[in-house]
């Protein structure tokens, strides 16, 4: 028996954007458009033409794109009152916009209408009734979002109930009721969308388009399925105005992994990750790990127990397998893990690894005294490999450092280059010395050590770093150890490498040179996570 369609509809490109700190360009939205098609999501709203002339000149681009899966939607609201749809320069946007699918969005609560609107509850009907049969003329496909409808709904039943009917009876292809304040909590769903579903034709699909702004959003999209909605509205990430947007790149696992519905094709479930770490980089946002599915943190494990239950059965601390949305496994190693924790890392460099093996035992030693010195692998993860593969007689360096210098200037010169470095460093049997400058000592040091391996390694003039951190470990003020995260990219994927010394610079080369190894180990296949 195959499971119920529920379409998707993402609108991270419009409802997403209002988001703060966000800001598409219109390369950004087509790339978007691209992933999600991929994904195989079946709309995306991609913006209101009548906003800005970005969403207008995205449109017009967009008519050269060739989708698979996904249908362009064009946003905006109904007619102003006191025109005709005709008269209206948004309506009329909205169909120059060539797309075949619209979505008209009124009010569907008494007070908006009066107050902010500030017409009356007849003409808003009009209002609805009027757009919705101009667009359907036209021949385009009309979705209708009922805005604010559960608090109309609350408030005058009766007349939240005429306007979508009013909509329906105007040739809306599909009702979606807005929690736009995202104010419902989870009691406050099944019942309505229940009520509203018998009311409603059996022919007209039933939608649900639910904010965060009580942290509902996720489970309420889901209640509302369960009681008929085969529509979806969301962003893929979450993120909207205020506090967000349903976040799709969790619901449709919920939906189509947890519960009998299809969101998407099926072989694209495991594309779920990928998809999210692309939009969050075209955005230009931080990819939460705690995210449910898609975050570095949805299956990574740290307790002892917890670790040693994962190596038994996975399904005693996985609710799923991280390969069905395209994550993977991650297990954390401190002075706190078991061996089971310890030889199951191993093991993914060396299969003859166990718990019981000699190696095993001496790397959770060893992993204790570091610790103890003021290193941390949880969030280090490259560096941990990297002296785990040393551990085991596996390491052969790619380069060998002869020495570096680091030479600041103060006050710094009106330019941002307040640092220079040189690095010498030697490759087999040739030397390669170069030097840069650097807005600060550490950002000429990358740039320097990488410039003479990039000789060696085209492929190195890719890597970036793209976060610095740095600790303080005990009170012995300027003579303190510190610890020095870095984190890379090669924009493909990201790692993090950790150094720790008296010297914040000696500190900041051991984490760079671990990065490039890490690195060069990756694109040789010594290492696979």
Known sequence: ?????????????????????????????????????????????????????????????AQTLSLKHASLVAFGATRRRGITVQEDPGCQALLASGVKTVCIFGKSWDMQVTDVLHTTLEENLRMVAETIRYFTKQGRRVFFDAEHFFDGYRTNQDYALSVVLAAVQAGADTIILCDTNGA??????????????????????????????????????????????????????????????????????????????????????????????????????????????????????KGGMHVDGISKTTASFEHISPAQVGNHRNILLSEMSG???????????????????????????????????????????????????????RFSPYFTLLYFKVLGEQPAPRTDRSCSAMVKVKVGDSIEMTAAEGDGPVNALDIALRRALEVFFPALKYVRLVDYKVRVLDGAATAARVRVLIESTDGERSWTTVGVSTDIIEASWMALADSIEYKLLRDDKVLNS
């Open 339 to 393: 061996r089971s924790a310890i030889a199951m890392k191993m093991n993914a460099l060396d299969d003859s690894i166990t718990r019981d093996s000699p190696q095993a035992v001496s790397f959770a030693e060893k992993l204790k005294e570091m610790e103890y010195h003021g290193y941390q692998f949880e969030s280090a993860q490259a560096s941990l490999e990297l002296r785990m593969l040393k551990h085991l007689g």
């Open 1 to 61: 028996m195959s499971n119920e369609n529920v379409s998707i509809f993402d609108s991270t490109l419009r409802d997403g954007a209002q988001g703060e700190g966000i800001n598409f360009s219109v390369s950004d939205k087509l790339a978007i458009v691209r992933q999600l098609d991929t994904l195989g999501v079946s709309y995306i709203e991609a913006g209101n033409p009548s906003s800005n002339p970005k969403d207008l000149q995205f449109f017009q681009a």
């Open 184 to 301: 419902a909590l989870p009691g406050d769903i099944t019942p309505v969308v229940s009520q509203v579903r018998a009311a409603l034709p059996p022919q007209v699909p039933l939608g649900i388009h639910c904010h965060n702004d009580v942290g509902c959003a996720a489970a309420n999209t889901i209640l509302a399925v369960q009681a008929g909605a085969r529509h979806v509205q969301g962003t893929f990430l979450g993120f909207g105005e205020r506090c967000g947007n349903a976040n799709l790149s969790t619901l449709i696992p919920d939906l189509q992994i947890k519960l009998p519905y299809s969101c998407i094709p099926q072989e694209n479930l495991p594309l779920l990750t990928k998809t999210a770490k692309v939009l969050a980089e075209i955005t230009n946002i931080h990819l939460d790990h705690k995210m449910p599915f898609v975050g570095k943190s949805a299956f990574t494990h």
